[in-house]
């Protein structure tokens, strides 16, 4: 290559970069003047067959359904009577059926981990839904 070739490449690519700046200096001042007003861009989605939402609904709809339940109370309070007899497991059962715990196996583990089987005292107690299984277990024993 001859310093001639060089020289014309070396023009060449000036060249196409300078027309590249220009080029793209002028989109971006036709793309900031660009504004779509809210009327357009619902005929738009009307026309299209988009639906618009608002960002907050759209990410209320990507949460679980249990997170969406807002009007439902978060506590379940519920007054459990214990009888004479009963063993852990209908104790422990009768706590599922008032929705304070959602496992019977659960319960009956920490109840013989505690060796509290036969620690549990007649009479009625109020629970709620948010208590930990240690501290049923231990209302129900006092």
Same mark, same amino acid.
């Not at 990410?59 to 009007?71: A, G, I, V, W």
């Not at 304070?100 to 981990?113: C, G, K, M, P, R």
């Given at each position: 290559?001859?310093?001639?070739?060089?020289?014309?490449?070396?023009?060449?690519?000036?060249?196409?970069?300078?027309?590249?700046?220009?080029?793209?200096?002028?989109?971006?001042?036709?793309?900031?003047?660009?504004?779509?007003?809210? %009327?357009?861009?619902?005929?738009?989605?009307?026309?299209?067959?988009?639906?618009?939402?608002?960002?907050?609904?759209?990410?209320?709809?990507?949460? *679980?359904?249990?997170?969406?339940?807002?009007?439902? *109370?978060?506590?379940?309070? !519920?007054?459990?009577?214990?009888? %004479?007899?009963?063993?852990?497991?209908?104790?422990?059962?009768?706590? !599922?059926?008032?929705?304070?715990?959602?496992?019977?196996?659960?319960?009956?583990?920490? !109840?013989?981990?505690?060796? %509290?089987?036969?620690?549990?005292?007649?009479?009625?107690?109020?629970?709620?839904?948010?208590?930990?299984?240690?501290?049923?277990?231990?209302?129900?024993?006092?």
């Amino acid at each position: 290559m001859n310093s001639l070739t060089i020289r014309g490449f070396a023009i060449g690519i000036l060249t196409a970069t300078s027309i590249l700046a220009v080029v793209y200096v002028i989109q971006e001042n036709n793309a900031a003047s660009l504004k779509i007003s809210a %009327a357009d861009l619902r005929a738009y989605a009307k026309d299209h067959e988009y639906i618009l939402i608002k960002e907050k609904e759209y990410k209320d709809s990507l949460k *679980p359904d249990f997170e969406k339940q807002e009007n439902i *109370p978060k506590t379940n309070e !519920v007054s459990i009577s214990i009888t %004479a007899g009963m063993s852990s497991l209908d104790i422990a059962n009768t706590l !599922v059926n008032n929705h304070v715990i959602n496992s019977t196996d659960e319960f009956e583990d920490l !109840v013989a981990q505690k060796n %509290a089987s036969t620690k549990f005292q007649v009479g009625t107690y109020t629970l709620t839904s948010n208590m930990s299984l240690e501290q049923i277990v231990n209302t129900l024993t006092k």
